[in-house]
């Protein structure tokens, strides 16, 4: 037996907690951008994963027009830096609504380093970043969906395997689930996708 809803069942935002409920776990982008005022400002974005693989391009979407939306659009760069469980408390501190005026770097005390090919600078603490350019936008409802085109990508050579492959375990990401919870990584598993294989007998 089970309960069901329809998004009329319920009020808009109780509808959005339900979805951030079964819709787990999600990747954090904790999106770091310039405005044209030269102000840096960093975000944390759950709404966030790859879009396409030639040519590489990666997605996240701004529940309304806040900062990390504003400044892609009117400087066309942004970064999306790996949030690791070590920095979770920057991470989650980081979603707090400052004004655009304000740095999250600054007023939370977050590194800085330059990027290769953006201007806006990425969190040197996170072992992995994507440089970005923007690629488009596709505005649905209240919301909207942000496309950025990978120009470099820069990870910690103490997050690299031997064999030079960023390492899950060294990473170590953080994921959002429903409410205020966070999940780190757990147990990993390794299962290798079963080829069709067709008959041929004859």
Known sequence: MRTEWTPQDLSGRDFYKLMTAVVVPRPIAWVSTTSADGVDNLAPHSFFTVSCVEPPIVQF???RRKDSLVNAEET????????????????????????????EFDELGVEREASSLVAPPRVSGSPAALECTL??????????????????AAVD?????SGGHPDV????PLARLGRNEWSTVGEVRA??????????RD
């Open 61 to 63: 979407t701004s529940v």
């Open 157 to 161: 050579e103490a997050a690299l395997t």
């Open 76 to 103: 066309g760069e942004f970064v999306v830096n790996l949030a690791p469980e070590w920095l979770q408390e920057q991470v989650n501190a980081s979603g707090t609504p400052y004004p655009p005026h304000t740095s």
């Open 135 to 152: 690629h488009s936008t596709l505005r649905l409802g209240n919301s909207t969906v942000v496309f950025g085109r990978v120009v470099n």
């Open 169 to 172: 375990e060294l990473l170590r």
């Open 191 to 200: 299962i290798d996708r079963i080829p069709y294989l067709p008959d041929r």
